[in-house]
Structure formats: structure tokens, C-alpha cells
């Protein structure tokens, strides 16, 4: 398999520019990267990677966010909101209740625009401008368009996305309106979406921003970066492992590029390269399917269903580039149930980090790989939680309490805090929200028959 942990040193072929070029990951074949637009090979319609003369080094980074780490991007500076410098929160409860040594959270959601994409947009669209186009477009599960719709707006270009007709999160078709974006609802799924748009880009009407274009997994690698120097800092080591969801694969293909590039540069020997594992929802698992089986490639899925939108795809574009990044770094992809992930999105909010249901599928996998001992109670663990919880705000209601109606006035409202009734009402809609159908229902009972035997004895019966 190509796309080894340590790779020879490369020299600048002629076709770089300003010791940047493009490369096929299957042929090899090299391509100036902004002469004319590729997206993939030209020879053989692989899937390419931005190439550097030279690798980069910790020293050569400094500043905050996603421009930080310009020593590995193609450009200084781009089209800036600005992005990247999230949180690795602690998580003590999350840490000892799932048994790992050590246990953080990288929230991708403190972006600008509440997900991880604005990393590979602010890159994306300086390229863009590079190449002198001036109509950006991308097929999206929601937070890819939300992302394109603010840059291409900061940037003063025309954005159309395309987004699979009513499976999209609010809060993000709400993003894409605001910034302006032409909004096309496609009767089909997201991957129907991509052909469509791809089609778009190969007949020269957009330029495509999604994360088949090499560039965007540029800014995406900087992910990798922040977490690796932050658990240095910290606690004087890598973290072992980095767990994070996964849609089309482009962060787990960008995060291996990222460690490959330390590799390269001297800076990470191959035992520090953390294992990368990715989690899928079990309706759309593909990736978690060829991994199983150990294959090199995926067979798409014509259906898809989860909860977890974001990550609702059946063909994963990246996965010749993640795939590698799994297997070589000793990792593995599970997939988790629904309602594994509405706890897991349950439990990071009451660690008071609000997350999006795809987002909490990292800490779901992550539980689910430690209960059956394939993660061990000595590991340094980094889940990432990729979009913030506004970005779904009806997921958000399903998953937590209802508001209680209360009368206007101050008396009535404490008589109302402190009944036992109406405390036990809410306890009964947390419990049937909090499990699955058939043991709210028991615990329904439960409580029903405790309330009224309350009734009872009040009556003096
Ligand atoms: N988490 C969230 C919140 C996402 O929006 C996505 C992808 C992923 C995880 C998966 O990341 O593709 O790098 O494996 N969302 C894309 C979109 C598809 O259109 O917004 P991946």
C-alpha cells in the first residue's frame, strides 16, 4: 500500500512552484498547483496530495491558528475569519467513568463557524483567489457549506452549494442562507450531491471546495499539529491515540499527512505517531466495513441512515488516504449505534462541552472500543469532537430536557421548583430521553406507580 509512515525525502520536480506541486497518490505523476486545476490525477484519476520541498519542523511554527502552521501550507497567509487555536478541554468524569489513562477533548466546534471546516476553507479559498476563479461550490451534509457560504463571503466570491434535501441540520442550511450562498436541495443523498458537483467542477462552472480537493486537507492537518503540540506541553508526551468521526475521511487522511510531514522533518519518530481511529454511526460504517475486512478499499453504501447528519455517507472519498492512515499507525474504525451517540453527546454536555450528534460519535467509539478491551486502561486518548451543538438545535432538544411552563409570577413559580410532582414529571421526560424505548418505558411504570402510591397515603388511605 502506498503512503508509508516514512517516505523518502522527495526533490522538487520542475513542475513545483515555489517548492509546492501536486501529486498522484496511486502514479506518482506530479502537477503544478496553480498552472490549471486538478483535483485528481490527470493520468490515472486518483486522488492527489499537496507535495513540499521541505518538511516541516516545530521550530518553524509560530502565531496562533491555522496560519501558525504556514511553514506546511502552500501559502503565508489566506482568507482569514481567523480559525484553528480550539480547545483541548479536560474531561476528569468523561476520563475515569470510560477507564483511560489520560482523556481530552479537541472541540472543533470553537471555530468561526462552529466546525473543523473552516480550517481547510481558509486555505481552500486562498488557493481559490491564487487560481483566479471567482465561483466556489461544494456538495455538503451542512457545516462544508456553512464554512464555504462565510469564506466565500469574506473572500467577495459567488458560493453555490449542494445540500441533500431534508437532512441537514438547521442551524447550518441557516448559515449557508446568511452568507449568502445559492442554496440547491438535491432529492438524494450527499454522495449524489458530490457527483453532481464534481461534474460541475470537471466541466470548468465551479471550483470545488470539498475535501476531494487536496488543499482543503492542508488547513485540515493543522488539527493535528495543535493536538500534538498542546499534549506535549502538557504532559510531555504525544497522546497515544486520536479518535475521531468520520464522513468522507478527509481529517483522518489529514491527520495521517500532518504526522507523516513530522516524520519527514525529523521532528516524530514512527512509535510516537499516535493510532488513528475513526468512528462511523452503524448506518453509514463503509469505512468501519473495508477496515473490518481488511481491505484496501471501500464498497459504497447506496443507504445511509443515521442521526448523526453530518456523517451520513455511504462513499468516502478520502479513504485511499485514510485507509492507510488506519492501518499504518496500528488503528481501527468501529461503528456506533444512535443512541450510543446521544449519550455520548448527553455526557460531553454535561462536561459543559456542547457538541453535535457526529461530533459525540468519537466518544462513543471510544467507550465502545474500551469495553471490549481493544483500548487499554493505559492509553493518552484525544477524542475529537468536530461541530458545535447550536450547529443541530432540534438534535439538541431530542437529546435534553423539555422547558417547564410555569405561571407569571414569583410565588407560583418557586411552588413549582420545589413540587415534588412536577420534579418527578421532568425526572420521568429525562429518563425516557436518557434510554432507550423499552426501559423508559419500564421505568415509566416504575415511577408512575411510585407517584401513585404517593396519591395514596396523601389521601390518608
Ligand atoms: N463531523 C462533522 C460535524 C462533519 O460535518 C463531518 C463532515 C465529519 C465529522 C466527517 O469528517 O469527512 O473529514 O471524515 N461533514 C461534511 C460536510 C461531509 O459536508 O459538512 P470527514
Given at each position: 500500500?502506498?503512503?508509508?509512515?516514512?517516505?523518502?525525502?522527495?526533490?522538487?520536480?520542475?513542475?513545483?512552484?515555489?517548492?509546492?506541486?501536486?501529486?498522484?497518490?496511486?502514479?506518482?505523476?506530479?502537477?503544478?498547483?496553480?498552472?490549471?486545476?486538478?483535483?485528481?490525477?490527470?493520468?490515472?484519476?486518483?486522488?492527489?496530495?499537496?507535495?513540499?520541498?521541505?518538511?516541516?519542523?516545530?521550530?518553524?511554527?509560530?502565531?496562533?491558528?491555522?496560519?501558525?502552521?504556514?511553514?506546511?501550507?502552500?501559502?503565508?497567509?489566506?482568507v482569514?475569519?481567523?480559525?484553528?487555536?480550539?480547545?483541548?478541554?479536560?474531561?476528569?468524569?468523561?476520563?475515569?467513568?470510560?477507564?483511560?489513562?489520560?482523556?481530552?477533548?479537541?472541540?472543533?466546534?470553537?471555530?468561526?463557524?462552529?466546525?473543523?471546516?473552516?480550517?481547510?476553507?481558509?486555505?481552500?479559498v486562498a488557493v481559490a483567489k491564487e487560481l483566479?476563479?471567482?465561483?466556489?461550490?461544494?456538495?455538503?451534509?451542512?457545516?462544508?457549506?456553512?464554512?464555504?457560504?462565510?469564506?466565500?463571503?469574506?473572500g467577495?466570491?459567488?458560493?453555490?452549494?449542494?445540500?441533500?434535501?431534508?437532512?441537514?441540520?438547521?442551524?447550518?442550511?441557516?448559515?449557508?442562507?446568511?452568507?449568502?450562498?445559492?442554496?440547491?436541495?438535491?432529492?438524494?443523498?450527499?454522495?449524489?450531491?458530490?457527483?453532481?458537483?464534481?461534474?460541475?467542477?470537471?466541466?470548468?462552472?465551479?471550483?470545488?471546495?470539498?475535501?476531494?480537493?487536496?488543499?482543503?486537507?492542508?488547513?485540515?492537518?493543522?488539527?493535528?499539529?495543535?493536538?500534538?503540540?498542546?499534549?506535549?506541553?502538557?504532559?510531555?508526551?504525544?497522546?497515544?491515540?486520536?479518535?475521531?468521526?468520520?464522513?468522507?475521511?478527509?481529517?483522518?487522511?489529514?491527520?495521517?499527512?500532518?504526522?507523516?510531514?513530522?516524520?519527514?522533518?525529523?521532528?516524530?519518530?514512527?512509535?510516537?505517531?499516535?493510532?488513528?481511529?475513526?468512528?462511523?454511526?452503524?448506518?453509514?460504517?463503509?469505512?468501519?466495513?473495508?477496515?473490518?475486512?481488511?481491505?484496501?478499499?471501500?464498497?459504497?453504501?447506496?443507504?445511509?441512515?443515521?442521526?448523526?447528519?453530518?456523517?451520513?455517507?455511504?462513499?468516502?472519498?478520502?479513504?485511499?488516504?485514510?485507509?492507510?492512515?488506519?492501518?499504518?499507525?496500528?488503528?481501527?474504525?468501529?461503528?456506533?449505534?444512535?443512541?450510543?451517540?446521544?449519550?455520548?453527546?448527553?455526557?460531553?454536555?454535561?462536561?459543559?462541552?456542547?457538541?453535535?450528534?457526529?461530533?459525540?460519535?468519537?466518544?462513543?467509539?471510544?467507550?465502545?472500543?474500551?469495553?471490549?478491551?481493544?483500548?487499554?486502561?493505559?492509553?493518552?486518548?484525544?477524542?475529537?469532537?468536530?461541530?458545535?451543538?447550536?450547529?443541530?438545535?432540534?438534535?439538541?432538544?431530542?437529546?435534553?430536557?423539555?422547558?417547564?411552563?410555569?405561571?407569571?409570577?414569583?410565588?407560583?413559580?418557586?411552588?413549582?421548583?420545589?413540587?415534588?410532582?412536577?420534579?418527578?414529571?421532568?425526572?420521568?421526560?429525562?429518563?425516557?430521553?436518557?434510554?432507550?424505548?423499552?426501559?423508559?418505558?419500564?421505568?415509566?411504570?416504575?415511577?408512575?406507580?411510585?407517584?401513585?402510591?404517593?396519591?395514596?397515603?396523601?389521601?390518608?388511605?
Open positions: 500500500m502506498s503512503l508509508e509512515l516514512s517516505a523518502p525525502t522527495q526533490s522538487e520536480p520542475a513542475c513545483a512552484d515555489d517548492g509546492v506541486w501536486l501529486e498522484c497518490i496511486e502514479c506518482g505523476a506530479q502537477w503544478a498547483p496553480f498552472d490549471e486545476i486538478h483535483y485528481t490525477c490527470a493520468d490515472c484519476d486518483s486522488l492527489l496530495e499537496v507535495r513540499y520541498a521541505e518538511p516541516p519542523t516545530f521550530d518553524d511554527f509560530e502565531g496562533r491558528g491555522v496560519w501558525r502552521y504556514n511553514a506546511a501550507l502552500p501559502f503565508k497567509e489566506g482569514t475569519l481567523p480559525e484553528g487555536d480550539t480547545p483541548l478541554h479536560e474531561v476528569p468524569d468523561l476520563q475515569e467513568e470510560i477507564g483511560v489513562d489520560s482523556l481530552r477533548v479537541k472541540h472543533e466546534g470553537m471555530n468561526p463557524t462552529g466546525a473543523f471546516k473552516d480550517r481547510g476553507m481558509t486555505v481552500g483566479g476563479v471567482d465561483r466556489l461550490a461544494c456538495a455538503s451534509t451542512g457545516n462544508t457549506s456553512a464554512a464555504l457560504a462565510a469564506y466565500g463571503a469574506r467577495g466570491m459567488e458560493t453555490l452549494v449542494l445540500l441533500p434535501s431534508g437532512k441537514v441540520a438547521a442551524g447550518k442550511i441557516a448559515q449557508a442562507s446568511l452568507h449568502g450562498a445559492r442554496i440547491l436541495e438535491v432529492d438524494g443523498n450527499f454522495d449524489s450531491c458530490l457527483d453532481i458537483v464534481q461534474d460541475l467542477a470537471n466541466r470548468g462552472e465551479v471550483y470545488l471546495l470539498n475535501s476531494l480537493n487536496p488543499f482543503r486537507l492542508e488547513g485540515q492537518k493543522t488539527i493535528g499539529f495543535e493536538i500534538l503540540e498542546k499534549h506535549y506541553e502538557d504532559y510531555g508526551e504525544y497522546p497515544d491515540r486520536i479518535v475521531l468521526p468520520v464522513g468522507n475521511a478527509g481529517n483522518t487522511a489529514a491527520l495521517y499527512k500532518a504526522f507523516r510531514e513530522l516524520v519527514a522533518g525529523g521532528e516524530l519518530d514512527e512509535d510516537q505517531v499516535p493510532t488513528l481511529t475513526g468512528v462511523q454511526a452503524e448506518g453509514a460504517a463503509p469505512m468501519v466495513e473495508a477496515v473490518e475486512n481488511g481491505r484496501d478499499e471501500i464498497e459504497r453504501w447506496d443507504d445511509v441512515e443515521t442521526r448523526a447528519t453530518a456523517i451520513r455517507i455511504g462513499n468516502p472519498v478520502n479513504a485511499p488516504k485514510a485507509l492507510p492512515g488506519i492501518y499504518n499507525t496500528d488503528g481501527t474504525a468501529v461503528a456506533v449505534s444512535d443512541e450510543q451517540i446521544t449519550t455520548a453527546q448527553r455526557q460531553l454536555a454535561e462536561a459543559g462541552i456542547g457538541v453535535e450528534p457526529a461530533s459525540a460519535a468519537s466518544v462513543a467509539g471510544l467507550r465502545k472500543l474500551r469495553e471490549a478491551g481493544e483500548i487499554t486502561a493505559d492509553e493518552s486518548v484525544v477524542c475529537l469532537t468536530t461541530g458545535h451543538l447550536l450547529k443541530d438545535p432540534d438534535a439538541a432538544f431530542e437529546a435534553g430536557g423539555d422547558p417547564e411552563p410555569v405561571p407569571n409570577d414569583t410565588d407560583a413559580v418557586l411552588d413549582h421548583i420545589d413540587d415534588e410532582q412536577s420534579a418527578l414529571d421532568a425526572a420521568i421526560q429525562g429518563v425516557s430521553k436518557a434510554t432507550d424505548s423499552s426501559l423508559a418505558a419500564a421505568l415509566g411504570g416504575l415511577v408512575a406507580a411510585y407517584l401513585g402510591y404517593r396519591k395514596l397515603r396523601s389521601n390518608g388511605e
